[in-house]
Structure formats: structure tokens, C-alpha cells
């Protein structure tokens, strides 16, 4: 098939980026991703779902910087609206969220991982996590921030943010950007694993507990989101700011 999200029902409910090669996040998988969610939503079978990547070694590349290089403002727009979409979905999802990261997740990549309950990954230091952004010369946006936040609290959040700070495995476990660390082999199985501990709580009481933990970062973004919008066309819109972006899909081509 050419699906990019698949979901699939073993022991839990699955979702599976695959986006090859590095499950960037282009517009097409950020729209099937929100559709899926929302499917899964409104199943009252589905009371959770685990969040992985298809491929090994990578969870996400995150956004895909094409889409934000030499596209028409209403591409920018059209795009900006469904990074927000998604994350309106998973940050405010009634089903307990579990990301199994099974490898890097910069960017993008570890904003989905945060808006999940709760986040396993692959001890291995060559895979890393952390809001790089600066590091291309963009910018996080507030709620981006905010989730960091929410996840790790202020004084790292600022730290990491103006760095661009990657967080190598181990490291992401230390400041709590992650939970908890297993063998590759077993990421999966941990999810599992954790899952069943999280349904085997009520899902009104917990439910409601999410909402008040989340209701007040995800109500800034609804009141602010045709701002954001157009905060995000007119700084991607920049000269300086297309040509950094240049400069840095350059460097990683060239990397190899
Ligand atoms: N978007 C588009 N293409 C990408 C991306 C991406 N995010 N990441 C990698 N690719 C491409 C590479 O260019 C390469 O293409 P090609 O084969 O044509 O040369 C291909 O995917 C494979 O990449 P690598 O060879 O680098 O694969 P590795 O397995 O060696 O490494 C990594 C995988 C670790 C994911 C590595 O590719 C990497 O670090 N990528 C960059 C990730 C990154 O910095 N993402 C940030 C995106 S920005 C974002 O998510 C939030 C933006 C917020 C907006 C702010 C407001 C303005």
C-alpha cells in the first residue's frame, strides 16, 4: 500500500510512521497521521495507542524541510495548519499515547514523542532527541516551547532550546526528556508492557486528569492559531531564513 501511517491491531493499537527513508513529516503524512488519530479517537474499542516508526534506527527526521523551501505562502500556510493539527490531536488525545522511540528524533520527531503519556527509547547513544531548531536558524515556536516544558521543565527547556540541543540516549533519560531506556529489541514489548499499567487505570478519572494537566497549553494554541499561522509564513518567508534552510538540507546531503 501507499500508506504512511499504518495501524495496526496486535496486543495494543499501533501506529506506525513509514515514510521512507527517514519519516520526515510532510504535509501528506501530518494529514493521514491526524485522520488516523482521529479514527482511533472516536473507536471506543481503542482506548490506546503506541506511536513507532517502521523503519529501525529512526523514529523521525521531523518536519520535512522541503516543504518549507521555495513554496507559495499558502503552501506554507496549508502546511503550518497541519503541524498544528497534529499536534492539537495527539497532545489532546483521550487515549493514552506511548511513543516507542526507536531511534533518532530530532525536531518535529520529539515533539510528537512529547506529546505522548509516556516515551521508551533504544539505549543507544547514536540515537539522539532533542528540538534542534536553532541549529537550522529557525526558531520552536510557543507551543513547541511549552511542551518542552510541560516534559522537562523550564530551566532545561531554555538551555536546550537556545542550544538546539540533540540529547544523546542515555542524556535524554537523565533530564527526563524520555522515561525510560531498553535494548532495541525490546522497545517494543516495554510499550506493550506499559500500556497495559496505564489502562489498568479508570478512563474518566485519567482522562480528566490529562485534560487538566494539558487543557491550558492546548487553549493558548487554539486562541492563537491563525496568529501562529502567520508568524510562521512571514519568517519562513524570509530570504534569510530560505537560504539557511538551504544551507543546512546542503550540509546533509552532503554529509554522506
Ligand atoms: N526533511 C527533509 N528531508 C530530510 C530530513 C527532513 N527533516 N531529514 C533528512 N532528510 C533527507 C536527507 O537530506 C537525505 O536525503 P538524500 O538521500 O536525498 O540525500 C535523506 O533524508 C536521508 O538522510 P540521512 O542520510 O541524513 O539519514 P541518516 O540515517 O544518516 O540520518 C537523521 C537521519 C538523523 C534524521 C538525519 O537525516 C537528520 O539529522 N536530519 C535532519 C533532521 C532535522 O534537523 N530536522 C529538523 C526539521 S525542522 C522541524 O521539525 C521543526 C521546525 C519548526 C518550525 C519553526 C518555525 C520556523
Not at 537523565?174 to 478512563?203: F, R
Request: include cysteine; proline fraction near 4%.
Amino acid at each position: 500500500s501507499n500508506e504512511k501511517v499504518l495501524v495496526e491491531l496486535d496486543e495494543s493499537t499501533v501506529m506506525k510512521m513509514k515514510n521512507p527513508p527517514v519519516n520526515s513529516l510532510s504535509l501528506d503524512v501530518l494529514t493521514e497521521f491526524s485522520i488516523s488519530l482521529e479514527k482511533l479517537e472516536i473507536d471506543r474499542g481503542c482506548r490506546g495507542v503506541i506511536l513507532t516508526s517502521a523503519f529501525p534506527k529512526i523514529f523521525s527526521a521531523g518536519l520535512d524541510i522541503t516543504e518549507m523551501c521555495g513554496k507559495s505562502a499558502e503552501h506554507y500556510a496549508a502546511f503550518w495548519r497541519a503541524v498544528q493539527e497534529m499536534w492539537l490531536k495527539l497532545y489532546g488525545s483521550n487515549m493514552v499515547t506511548i511513543a516507542a522511540i526507536n531511534g533518532s528524533s530530532p525536531a518535529g520527531g520529539c515533539l510528537m514523542a512529547m506529546c505522548c503519556d509516556y516515551r521508551i527509547m533504544a539505549d543507544n547513544p547514536k540515537f539522539a532527541i532533542g528540538l534542534n531548531e536553532t541549529q537550522l536558524g529557525i526558531v520552536a515556536p510557543f507551543w513547541f516551547k511549552e511542551t518542552m516544558v510541560n516534559t522537562v521543565g523550564n530551566r532545561v527547556t531554555e538551555q536546550s532550546l537556545q542550544l538546539g540541543q540533540m540529547y544523546p540516549a542515555p542524556d535524554a533519560l537523565k533530564i527526563g526528556l524520555v522515561d525510560k531506556l531498553v535494548t532495541e529489541e525490546k522497545v517494543q514489548s516495554t510499550a506493550v508492557a506499559a500500556m497495559s499499567q496505564w489502562l489498568a487505570v479508570p478512563d474518566h478519572a485519567r482522562q480528566i486528569t490529562k485534560s487538566i494537566m494539558r487543557k491550558p497549553t492546548i487553549d493558548n494554541l487554539v486562541k492563537h492559531r491563525e496568529a501562529d499561522i502567520n508568524n510562521f509564513v512571514s519568517f519562513i518567508t524570509k530570504d534569510s531564513i530560505q537560504k539557511s534552510l538551504q544551507v543546512y538540507m546542503d550540509r546533509l546531503k552532503q554529509k554522506k
